[in-house]
């Protein structure tokens, strides 16, 4: 009877393919923690104690980096001086468009500064225009890295429209409307009867100057076409010296911007009174855009700016009252759990 | 094999079988054969000369199979086009294409590269699956089969190689290869026995038989000659008919599909045929029926679908204020930009034509701010999904390791899907139980036999047993008592083999599979001794001879295998050989039984000669066979369903009540008769049925049923026996913790009512103490003519009756159960009663549809689906659950026994039902979860990122310019963000997978959809506004325009640029370490390698040619990397903008958190180890209110219990019991709770209110001053009368009524608050408080307006002068002028007189003179009216202050009380109600203001602060909802203190300063039309008001 156990019940319908599970079983997988999704994980979850730490550590962190950029800001001297409107001879204040584009009329122009603190140097010199796109697509795209790099490839004024090529179709170089548009006033600074000499070395990028711009690539039809834009450039003098262009290719992000003209190397006393010769020859009256030009000292963290410290120290604020109102929603609210 | 070798097997069956072997011979005739012309029915086939079917006409397709999509060649075009269905794919192509015109932004390859890199993915994806497919079709290809070589001999082919035309040898067990002519079988008559599974799901075998004249071709080598040919109908889908002809030897023979053998059906029980290929590859049947399965996709993928029209909404918003900034700009600004050159411009730049420029910049514009809608998103929850399923496939936890089938995600799009179903539609047969049956129970002569449990009674005994312990130990404690039940459900395996053991016990045998019986009267002979032998013996003939199976000797056991049609059968047979009856051979006329009376005895062989068998059909629902046996006697044997009883005599009442009984122990039951035939009766029935069997066309089974009738009569009952249904592993646990997870089983099966209840009690879907509700139309009963009719009717009829019923109950604790049969079904299902059976049917704790056909499964399934708008999820193991599984949401197959077809049909296949609920509550909640968070984390950081670029936009005059490197943002959705992203996806896990076991609730969290409501993700996209914002303009500013480091340069684009970019990459990779709560070595690479993959980028990127990497050239390493500012801002940008979410998770957890933060909490602490105690009760906290499963079970039965003990302690306490119960059951009312739904009603609410109020209080404000309403006009009067009607009933109807009622709460304590009316007296001490108010405001504005008068005088004195003789011009030059005063007097009566005669002009001068209508105060000149009104003015100043903080403070509560309504129902009305109410209150108040002539400004103050004030008070209502209990105490008093107290302000103001002071003036008095129709106004306002309460 024993014998029969097990095999009686007839292969009815339902019992499938009898050969196969064995030969399923075969197939069974290696257990992996990956597999079943078990590998060790770390599970941190925001307790009462990680909020109110990392809320009283950003406080922590955050206040003093506050008051050292506040006080770097604050330690940076800055001479702020605009002249576009100052620099126009009264009788042409009512068309001033006409005035900057009248080539006959001298433009030499002098203002006074007053150095309200100690400047220590180097002092940099820069010019600010306002209400200008320099990050305009069309002109952000207007230029030819490959131009400015290679001497070979002078051809190469693919993106440079309409500042291409002149007339008789050969490549301008620097091609492009930035280049074209190049900031052309100039500025001569004296203390009392000294000159104050303006070091332009140094003021790009050194990357800009040993790989972008070449050493053998020199300008060549620039600024000859019908319309003239800003500065002309030196034809003699490769592009990697002209540091002006190089300044003035590196696009700005806004509108208003700041580039950098040169440093002076002397230290300024309070009360010094600078007298600045300048030159008003860019055309910022069309777009009724703003010149000023600045002088200011530099910091750790570069030039004057409170936001950066007054962010630091109110987000710092913030996550101490923050930690302080955890603490006391925790003591009011605490889990219902906690003491069992 | 050797040919022949079984030839004494062979069987002659057709003489045995009644219906369906019956062979028509030779055509005869009238039988002649189909003429086979005409269209469909060409196909000519030369047997055994497939070398005739290579040319034109006749080359039909091979038996190769593809199911694959593709193939090399078409691969690539059909595939892409696949993939350019989608519209986001569309979107992307076209962006991509216009980035190749200069309109673009950016460059052609940073947008076709992820495009191509997003379809390739797909393709890829694509390729596998069809690669996939194509391997399994070489699989099936390249079977092997027997197939003749020509001469006689056979050799083994591939499928693929037979032609039609080739005669192949098919042997047991073995898969037809194609659709094959039956030629012969192993048995001489040349039937054979098959199985359908694969094609229609029927279990019971199928015969075929093969044409007479292919008989002697049952050997290898009669092949060597045979040649014929077949002309047939075409290759098509139809399963059940073929019309063919077979011409052999110029004799043409009818071919029906008894002859057919299908592909893909399997050779059962014969040991080989010979067949002859017909269909071929695609052309056979089963490839011709294959469907594709409908494509789903999951709720979140459809929602996310709403997403990106939102998106795309915004997109095309933003792009279109670019663009309109653009032409603007390049109108007015580019002519002046000298710089770009305006005069040598492109189409794009064209200063003249602004529109046109606009245009290719909108064009620009949906490039540039196509980050908004991220392409990359598709792709990485594609690869996400197939994550997710290869962990499904690999789950461990749910392999069998029976058969070593895991769980198999076969599409993988619904994973999240499984996370959020309510619905299960599950099969029964296959399903819940095994389809085994076992031989349990029998009943002989009126005597019960067998003692075993079957394993639903186990179940019930342990639930009754666990029942008593629990209701035991609750009395001490109830923790102790979930501790057992919990425990018991860690290991419930364990527990359940323990108690199959001791309750079936000792055995002291090996058991048998199939025969589970116990009862030693009967077993090892010993039947013989009991009382009844005879009838016994009888018994257990009819077991061992009725039926139609064939034994095999086995030769490993020496015993025999039978081969029977159904699983019952063959326990049968294993019974009689366990009792000694055995069953050993059949032959053509013979069945063979070896009979032992006793162990000790050698079994003497009997031979009983087979007259005639009438086999089993569904109508009769019986099988009889006529026997002679070896004295001669002629006897009849009988098995069939419990209707066979009736004919039965002597132990028919004993019989049917155990008959009953077993069916309700959940056992099938057939009852056994026989019957003795003389000699004479047989004769002349069998002639007559031998007449019926020859009967030739359609009548022959209706004939062949009634001659079997004529001797199916008569019978003696001799017992009845039970099979048990074995219910599969684990299934009662796998219910208990679904139904705690807050999901509805119903359960579909084609078995018969009872058999379903039983396994409904076993399953614990039904118990004790559950209404059942049966609805079954018995259609016998019915008298009427028109029967359908009234069948619905009767249907309707219950349905109505059962929903009352449901709905009169007031216990939340009873639980309904319907079952409703199929017939039932059919009605219940029509389009008028269908939703009337769903609401019922929703209604109802379990729902149990037996005798369903599949096709009502189906429309169940999308009754369900498309009734309730719910997810659902059908499972279901059979070919007729293919229709189920495909109309579900998800459908869900066992793979099982049966075959593959519900499996094939399936999204998921799991080999047990028990692992459903590892599938659910595991994978699918963290897939949901998963899922949920993966696509709202995706907006957010596309949001983030995108809406930066945007920003950007405005300050470069629209230009389109960007101020990130194209590498940068081409990078960002590829590389920097998507990795940690997609291991969000994959790998993340809020609770551990035991924790989501052992909390079932937590499922709820996807039913619920907590983690992709419309809340969440408009908070994503709030938090990536934010946090653009953030990053934008910090940056802006940190690197404005100063020097940004000590060298003195300033920051150009690129560095503005990188530096933003940087603090975004931060920014998102942080929120996603906020976002997750798992973090296994792999989040970490991602995340923290995201962030370093950016600093690498940017160091190799600087490393390149500057010609490449243009501005970024060393911008890390030498501009940025040494400032410290750049550091400086990413810390400042990342830690600000990651705070708030910090700050508000940190709060959520703190406040109001959800169920697994509280989990992780007490795992985090290690709690659960510490202090058992707390955990198990929170276990016990965390599962779902449910009335199914066994722990539903033992509730009802705690309740029951604790019932009884109330009842008797309870009497005296009865009314403070029935005031607790009150209090509760206010807080129950709100039965249709859908906060989602709530809160769109909410949101539309506070629109409609504002619209309302505003509206309301800007009518009499606008049109005083538009003069459309003269202030002091009779329409103005009328206005006002009817406004002060509706003041004063809000003060009495609405707001004293509303104080009394909360101020009376059963909630709130007895003392004080029902001792003293305070609602009345509060009422008053605030009218009291008004008059003060009223009086001290009036004097103290008199008193300053009179000093500013006077000041004012003597500055401009001659101008006022002026201005009044002018005024009193213009008011001479009108005669009706000087009566202009009046109206604007009427305070002289009832209020303050005194201050009048302060005021020396003189508008009283017209007092008593009731001729002229009053005028527009604004024609008097200027002085003339400041005089005049100061001193009403003052009056008016304060009546419209006073009168608005009382309606203000009243706006207040029921603004509050419509926000904390979570319940639709409720609010709809309100709203309404609210609206107008608001529109009446603003009115009234409207007309004061405007009297009381603010200044404008002030004036609009106070109208703007009365129309906010109820849409802030539901915001506010809304916001604290959750937390806000408006039955707590606190709240209460509040809101009866407030209201009655604004009742009592507006009730003194409405009878004294508005109505009071218009009605009893002299302008009233003296005008009766206009006294009418302000009376008239007055009750309308005040009836208007008094009617809202009826809503409100």
């Known amino acids: 009877m024993n014998s029969s156990g097990g095999s009686a019940a007839g292969p009815s319908s339902g019992s499938g393919d009898g050969s196969a599970p064995p030969r399923r079983n075969s197939k069974r997988p290696k257990y992996s923690k990956f597999t079943q999704q078990e590998l060790p994980a770390c599970k941190p979850i925001l307790t009462p104690k990680w909020v109110i730490s990392v809320f009283t550590l950003v406080g922590v962190i955050f206040v003093p980096i506050g008051i050292a950029a506040l006080m770097a800001s604050n330690n940076v001297v800055e001479i702020v001086d605009r002249y576009d409107t100052e620099c126009i001879p009264a009788s042409m204040t009512g068309d001033k468009v006409a005035y900057i584009q009248n080539d006959t009329i001298n433009k030499i122009c002098t203002r006074n500064l007053t150095v309200p603190k100690d400047m220590d140097q180097p002092i940099y010199v820069y010019y600010q225009l306002d209400n200008f796109y320099q990050n305009h697509r069309r002109y952000v795209k207007s230029r030819s890295d490959a131009q400015l790099r290679d001497a070979d490839q002078a051809n190469k004024t693919s993106g440079c429209d309409p500042e291409k090529t002149t007339k008789d179709g050969s490549p301008i170089v620097p091609c492009g409307l930035i280049a074209w548009s190049l900031f052309n006033d100039t500025y001569n600074f004296t203390l009392g009867n000294k000159n104050l000499s303006v070091n332009k070395n140094g003021i790009s990028w050194a990357s800009d100057r040993d790989h972008k711009f070449g050493k053998d690539v020199y300008p060549k039809n620039f600024q000859n076409g019908v319309l003239r834009g800003g500065a002309s450039l030196d034809p003699n003098k490769p592009l990697n010296e002209q540091e002006d262009l190089i300044v003035w290719m590196r696009t700005a992000a806004l509108p208003t911007f700041r580039k950098l003209y040169g440093k002076i190397h002397q230290d300024l006393k309070a009360n010094d009174i600078i007298m600045v010769t300048l030159e008003n020859n860019y055309n910022t009256y069309s777009f009724n855009g703003k010149k000023k030009l600045v002088l200011s000292t530099s910091s750790w963290l570069g030039g004057k700016n409170d936001f950066l410290g007054i962010a630091y120290l109110t987000i710092g604020g913030l996550c101490f009252f923050l930690a302080t109102a955890f603490t006391v929603v925790y003591l009011v609210k605490p889990r219902y759990w906690v003491g069992y | ?1592």
């Not at chain 2, 619905?423 to 399903?431: E, H, M």
């Not at chain 2, 193991?877 to 495909?886: R, S």
């Not at chain 2, 009216?1425 to 403070?1449: D, F, T, W, Y």
Request: hydrophobic fraction near 40%.
């Open chain 2, 1 to 1592: 094999m050797a040919p022949g070798r079984r030839r004494h097997e062979r069987l002659r069956w057709s003489k045995l079988y009644t219906f369906s072997c019956l062979r028509p011979t030779v055509v005869t005739d009238d039988e002649l054969p189909h003429p086979l012309q005409g269209p469909g029915y060409s196909r000519l086939v030369h047997c055994n000369q497939p070398g005739l079917h290579q040319k034109k006409p006749l080359n039909y397709c091979t038996n190769h199979i593809s199911t694959t999509k593709y193939n090399i060649i078409t691969f690539l075009p059909k595939a892409i086009f696949e993939q350019f269905r989608r519209v986001a794919n569309v979107y992307f192509l076209l962006t991509a294409s216009l980035s190749l015109t200069p309109v673009t932004p950016f460059s052609a390859v940073s947008m076709i590269a992820p495009l191509a890199f997003v379809v390739g993915l797909s393709m890829a994806k694509e390729a596998m699956e069809d690669w996939n497919r194509f391997v399994q079709d070489m699989k099936v290809n390249s079977r092997k089969v027997s197939v003749h070589n020509g001469e006689g001999r056979f050799g083994y082919k591939h499928w693929q190689e037979i032609r039609v035309g080739d005669v192949v040898r098919v042997e047991k067990d073995q898969f037809f290869p194609a659709d094959l002519l039956l030629l012969s079988s192993s048995y001489e008559d040349g039937i054979c026995y098959v199985e359908t599974m694969n094609l229609d799901g029927e279990t019971n075998l199928k015969v075929k038989r093969s044409l007479e004249v292919t008989l002697p071709l049952d050997g290898d080598a009669s092949f060597r000659h045979f040649a014929s040919t077949i002309r047939c109908e075409d290759p098509n889908p139809n399963l059940y008919t073929f019309v063919g002809n077979f011409e052999c030897e110029k004799k043409v023979y009818a071919l029906d599909p008894g002859q057919i053998l299908l592909r893909d059906s399997k050779l059962r029980n014969t040991t080989y045929v010979y067949g002859v290929a017909i269909f071929t590859g695609h052309d056979s049947k089963v490839m011709q029926n294959a469907t594709e399965s409908p494509s789903k996709r999951s709720r979140i993928e459809k929602k996310m679908d709403n997403i990106i029209y939102v998106l795309f909404t915004f997109l095309i918003l933003i792009s279109l204020i670019s663009s309109i900034g653009y032409g603007v700009l390049t109108k007015f600004g580019m002519p002046h930009w000298w710089y770009l050159q305006p005069s040598a411009t492109s189409y794009v730049y064209d200063a003249s034509k602004p529109v046109l420029s606009g245009f290719y910049h909108l064009l620009t514009a949906l490039i540039l701010y196509g980050y908004l809608i991220p392409i990359s998103l598709y792709v990485s929850i594609e690869v996400v999904k197939v994550l997710q399923a290869t962990f499904i496939n690999q789950d461990i936890h749910m392999r069998d390791e029976d058969t070593g089938n895991p769980a198999q995600a076969r599409t993988s799009n619904l994973n999240e899907e499984l996370g959020q179903v309510d619905t299960i539609l599950s099969d029964k047969t296959g399903t819940l139980t095994c389809n085994q049956m076992d031989f349990l129970r029998c009943s002989i002569a009126g005597v019960p036999y067998g003692v075993g449990s079957s394993e639903v009674e186990i179940a019930a005994v342990k639930q009754i047993a666990s029942e008593v312990s629990g209701t035991i130990e609750q009395h001490s404690s109830t923790q102790d008592f979930w501790e057992d039940s919990g425990d018991g459900f860690g290991s419930p395996e364990c527990e359940l083999e323990v108690g199959i053991a001791r309750m079936v016990g000792k055995p002291h045998r090996p058991t048998t599979k199939g025969f589970s019986f116990e009862d030693d009267r009967l077993i090892h002979g010993n039947w013989a001794k009991e009382p009844n032998a005879g009838t016994i013996l009888v018994f257990l003939r009819v077991l061992a001879l009725c039926h139609t199976a064939i034994a095999e000797p086995n030769e490993k056991t020496g015993g025999f295998t039978y081969e029977a049609e159904s699983p019952d059968e063959a326990a049968f047979l294993v019974a009689a050989r366990e009792f000694g009856f055995e069953f050993c051979k059949r032959t053509q006329s013979s069945v063979f039984i070896r009979e032992r009376y006793s162990p000790s005895e050698d079994p003497v062989e009997r031979e009983f000669k087979v007259l005639n068998i009438l086999e089993f059909n569904s109508k009769r629902k019986r099988m009889s066979v006529i026997l002679r046996d070896e004295a001669g006697q002629i006897i009849l044997l009988c098995k069939g369903a419990d209707r066979l009883s009736k004919n039965g005599r002597t132990y028919e009442i004993e019989t049917i009540k155990h008959l009953n009984e077993y069916g309700e122990a959940g056992l099938r039951t057939l009852a056994l008769a026989y019957r003795v035939l003389d000699e004479s009766e047989y004769s002349a029935w069998n002639t007559e049925f031998l007449k019926a069997k020859t009967t030739i066309g359609h009548h022959r089974e209706a004939e062949l049923e009634r001659v079997s009738d004529t001797i199916e009569r008569d019978l003696i009952l001799v017992g009845a026996t039970a099979v048990e249904d074995k219910l599969q592993k684990g299934v009662p646990q796998c219910i208990d913790k679904l139904a705690q997870a807050g999901l509805k089983i119903w359960v579909l099966t084609g078995d018969k009512m009872e058999t379903a209840i039983n396994i409904g009690f076993a399953c614990s879907l039904l118990r004790q103490g559950m209404k059942q509700i049966c609805l079954s139309v018995d259609s016998s009963n019915i008298l009427s003519l028109n029967k359908e009719k009234a069948a619905k009717e009767n249907t309707l009829m219950q349905i109505t009756d059962a929903h009352e019923m449901v709905k009169l109950e007031k216990d939340p604790n009873a639980a309904f159960a319907l079952i409703i049969d199929g017939k039932t079904l059919t009605y219940a299902l029509e389009d008028d009663l269908k939703n009337q059976f769903l609401s019922l049917a929703v209604n109802c704790a379990s729902v149990i549809c037996c005798r369903v056909s599949p096709k009502q499964k189906a429309l169940v399934t999308r009754l369900v689906k498309e009734g309730t708008g719910k997810t659902t999820l059908a499972i279901g193991d059979g070919a007729n659950d293919v229709g189920m599984i495909q109309e579900a949401d998800i459908g869900v197959g066992i793979s099982g026994v049966e075959g593959m077809q519900a499996v094939m049909a399936s999204d998921f296949s799991i080999s047990q039902f028990r692992f459903l609920e590892r599938l659910l509550v595991v994978h699918g909640h963290w897939c949901y979860k998963r899922i949920a968070q993966m696509i709202c984390y995706f907006f957010y950081k596309n949001i983030a990122f995108g809406l930066t670029i945007f920003y950007f936009e405005a300050y470069t005059g629209f230009s389109g310019q960007s101020v990130y490197d194209d590498w940068y943002m081409l990078l960002f959705n590829v590389v920097l963000t998507s990795l940690p992203v997609i291991s969000l996806g994959v790998f993340e896990q809020d609770v551990s997978s035991e924790v989501c076991l052992q909390f079932p609730a937590l499922y709820q969290q996807g039913p619920r959809n907590l983690f992709f409501d419309w809340y969440r993700i408009f908070g994503w996209m709030g938090n990536g506004l934010y946090s653009s914002i953030a990053i934008y303009f910090l940056s802006i500013q940190i690197f404005y325009n100063q020097a940004f480091r000590a060298d003195g340069q300033t920051a150009d684009m690129a560095a503005v640029g990188t530096s933003m970019f940087t603090c975004i990459v931060w920014t998102v990779n942080l929120q996603i370490v906020l976002t997750m709560s798992h973090f296994t070595w792999i989040q970490h690479l991602f995340v923290w390698g995201s962030i370093a993959t950016w600093y690498l980028f940017l160091i190799a990127y600087g490393m390149f040619s500057p010609v490449i990497s243009g501005n970024a050239y060393r911008i890390l390493s030498e501009a940025l990397g040494p400032a410290p500012i750049y550091w400086a801002a990413t810390l400042l940008a990342t830690l600000s903008c990651n705070s708030p979410y910090l700050v508000y998770i940190a709060f959520q957890r703190a406040l109001n958190p959800l169920d697994h933060h509280v989990i992780q909490e007490i795992k985090h602490y290690r709690k659960d180890v510490e202090d058992q105690h707390m955990w198990k009760r929170e276990r016990s906290k965390a599962r779902q209110r449910t009335k199914i499963g066994f722990t539903a079970r033992v509730d009802a039965k705690i309740r029951q219990l604790k019932r009884k003990l109330q009842k008797k302690v309870s009497e005296e306490r009865m009314w403070a019991s029935m005031a607790t119960t009150n209090c509760a059951s206010v807080e129950a009312v709100e039965e249709c709770l859908d906060e989602e739904a709530a809160l769109w009603l909410k949101v539309a609410a506070i629109a409609a209110i504002l619209i309302a109020g505003a509206v309301g209080v800007a009518i009499p404000l606008v049109g005083g001053k538009g003069r459309l309403v003269r202030t002091d006009g009779g329409v103005f009067v009328c206005v006002k009368a009817f406004a002060a009607g509706v003041v004063l009933a809000t003060g009495f109807v609405h707001m004293l009524h509303a104080a009394e009622s909360s101020l009376t709460n059963p909630c709130l304590p007895d003392s004080p608050w029902r001792k003293f009316p305070f609602a009345g007296f509060v009422a008053m001490v605030a009218a009291l408080g008004t008059l003060v108010v009223d009086f001290v405001g009036t004097q103290f504005y008199e008193r300053k307006h009179q000093e500013e008068a006077t000041g004012a005088k003597a500055a401009a004195s001659s101008a006022a002068a002026d201005l009044e003789e002018k005024g009193i011009t213009a008011a001479l030059l009108t005669p009706e002028a000087d009566s202009a005063g009046r109206g604007k007097d009427p305070m002289h009566i009832v209020g303050i007189h005194a201050h009048a005669a302060a005021h020396r002009h003189s508008h009283s001068h017209a007092h008593g003179a009731c001729d002229g209508p009053a005028l527009p105060v604004r024609s008097h000149g200027h002085a003339h009216e400041e005089e005049g009104e100061g001193s009403s003015n003052a009056r008016h100043v304060v009546v419209s202050q006073v009168l608005e903080l009382g309606i203000v403070s009243h706006s207040v509560i029921i603004g509050l009380s419509l926000g904390v309504s979570q319940s639709p129902c409720t609010i709809r009305p309100l709203v309404a109600a609210l609206s107008f109410h608001q529109f009446f209150e603003g009115f009234a108040l409207g007309g004061c203001i405007s009297q009381a002539r603010f200044r404008s400004t002030a004036a609009a103050m106070m109208a703007c602060f009365f129309a906010i004030t109820t849409p802030a008070g539901i915001a506010l209502g809304a916001g604290v909802a959750s937390s806000y209990n408006p039955n707590s105490p606190r709240a209460l008093v509040m809101e009866g203190m407030l209201d009655s107290m604004s009742a009592g302000i507006l009730i003194y103001m409405a009878l004294v300063d508005l109505i009071a002071a218009d009605f009893l003036s002299q302008t009233m008095s003296c005008n009766v039309r206009l006294q009418v129709s302000s009376y008239l106004a007055l009750f309308l306002g005040a009836g208007a008001m008094s009617a809202l309460a009826i809503w409100a």
